[in-house]
Each structure stands twice: as structure tokens, then as C-alpha cells.
């Protein structure tokens, strides 16, 4: 009688994720019991509500996107949680000249899902958890690699959901889209990692300021 909100896709912690999980991305987020990880969690369905809702990684009020944020830059690490909190540091730091979460789109969808949209709602990420968050390169690579096995887990949950507003959502990564990674390049400083979801299984670097990127967020426990 529990809500499936995401699917286990590892456990333990990962040798090349950093992160500090004992500190939340925001004041009042959660945080994990002692910093320990038990395993990463990806959502059920991508952050987009339609096609046509779709975003960049980072804009500014004047439509520039050449920022460096310092997040790792190592396409296979899992850093996804520690470029977020990167990214919050950076905002910090900036605010002074108008910085703000919503000019990172890409991440800031990621940390609101389960409330951006009313379909989102039952897979709000509980206490003692991360929250949800941008994924690093490395992960989403670990995601596509292991998708016959993740996307039938998916197609299980979607097969048992009665809501059918967020049943409609509920599926394996869009073959057609690109998805955002948190992971900056080390090579230009105006882009960002993307990983395709296709029978490519390309990695390539894209301009923070494309916005045609879509989304997965995952969360850690």
C-alpha cells in the first residue's frame, strides 16, 4: 500500500561520488542520517510535462549562457549531488548580481520535482533522503547502460498504478530526447554534458543555453 516513487538502480555509494550528503542542498532540505548511503534512486517519469517543455542548463536575464561554475567535469564520475551543490554555491555567491536557482533551469526542475505539475505530486521525495537532483554524467551513462533491466522495473510500476494522471508519465527515458547532466566541460566553458537516451548512447557537449535539453532527476537514500 506504499507509493513507488523511483527505482533502485544502485546500492551502496559509488567509489567516485564526493558529495557530502550530510549537507542539504538548501536550508531546510533533507539530509542523510550521518551522511551514509544506502543506495541511488531514479525517478519514474522525466521532469517534462509534454514535448514542447523543454530547457536549458543555465540563462541569464540577458539570454547569456558562458558561465563557469566550477562543477567536476570528469564525464563518468557519479558528482551529480556535489555539482548541484556547487551550482547552489555559485548562486550564493552571486546573488549580488541578480543570481538566483531559477536561472539554472535544468537543476532547479530537477530539485522541485513532485511539485512542479499536480500529476508529479505522489512522487515528492521524502525525508531522509537527498531529494531529487540533477544527475552527473557518469550516472545517467550507468542509467542507459542498464536500461533493459530499469525500464522493465518502470513498466512494473506503470502496469500497477491506478492514478491515471501520473500513470501517463510513468515510462522509460525518451529515445528522442537529450537529457541535461550536471557535468560541466572541461573544453568550453559555455557547455554543459549531454547523455542521448537512442541506440547512440552519445555523450557530447552542448551549450548551456540550448533549450531543447530535457531531464530524469534521481535522488539518494
Known sequence: NKTVIGIVFYTGRHESDQADYSQPL???????????????????????????????????SNASYDYIVETYTNKDDW????????????????SSSGWEMANFTAANICESYGTR??????????????????????????????????????????????????KAHIKWFNTDWDYWSSTESSDYSDSAWIVKFDDSAERYTQAKGWNWGSGRAVLVF
Request: proline share 3%; charged share 20%; hydrophobic share 30%.
Open 26 to 60: 538548501v536550508e531546510s532540505g533533507s539530509t542523510l542520517a550521518g551522511g551514509t548511503v544506502r543506495g541511488y534512486v531514479v525517478a519514474l517519469t522525466d521532469l517534462n510535462n509534454n514535448n514542447d517543455d523543454r530547457f536549458w542548463w543555465v540563462r541569464k
Open 79 to 94: 558528482n551529480g549531488y556535489a555539482n548541484c551543490q556547487q551550482i547552489h554555491k555559485f548562486v550564493q555567491n552571486n
Open 117 to 166: 505539475y499536480d500529476w508529479q505530486k505522489p512522487f515528492v521525495a521524502p525525508s531522509g533522503t537527498s531529494g531529487w537532483f540533477l544527475p552527473s554524467c557518469g550516472q545517467l551513462s550507468y542509467l542507459y547502460n542498464n536500461r533493459d533491466f530499469l525500464s522493465k522495473c518502470i513498466n512494473k510500476v506503470k502496469d500497477n498504478t491506478d492514478n491515471d494522471a501520473s
